[in-house]
């Protein structure tokens, strides 16, 4: 019998920049580390894969497209996976054993909400009274 999995899905958003102070060689061990933990969180069906994210973009506004993004160093997203989960607290306290947070990166942990977007449902996208 196979355990059964958790009841939520959890996006997690990479972001900041490397603790200066540190060398080459102290991030790539960060990052090497990192791996292996993820892996094994894959492994144990803890979390699914994401993706680093590509330096270059584009910002898509009403009416144009410019090259982004344009965000300030210490809101850089640098990739994503995904966190799963029984509750925000479980997936938070995995998001604490990753190996890069000593390093200066943060991590955005949200969750997935399955329901389809309305504009009469309160959500981070309802439009704002008027």
């Known amino acids: 019998m196979s355990p059964i999995p958790p009841a939520h899905e959890y996006l997690v958003l990479s972001r900041g920049q490397w603790d200066p102070s540190l060398s080459p060689q102290q991030i790539q061990d960060a990052i090497d580390r990192f791996y292996v933990w993820h892996e094994r969180c894959v492994e144990q069906g803890r979390m699914k894969a994401g993706s680093r994210l590509a330096v270059e973009g584009k910002v898509v506004t009403r009416g144009k497209t410019v090259d982004g993004p344009f965000a300030e160093a210490k809101e850089l997203i640098g990739g994503y996976w ?47 009274k008027r």
């Open 82 to 128: 995904f966190v799963l989960a029984n509750s925000l607290d479980e997936a938070a306290a995995l998001l604490n054993e990753n190996p890069c947070l000593a390093c200066g990166l943060s991590f955005e942990l949200r969750p997935l909400e399955a329901e389809r977007a309305s504009a009469y449902i309160a959500s981070n996208e309802t439009p704002a």
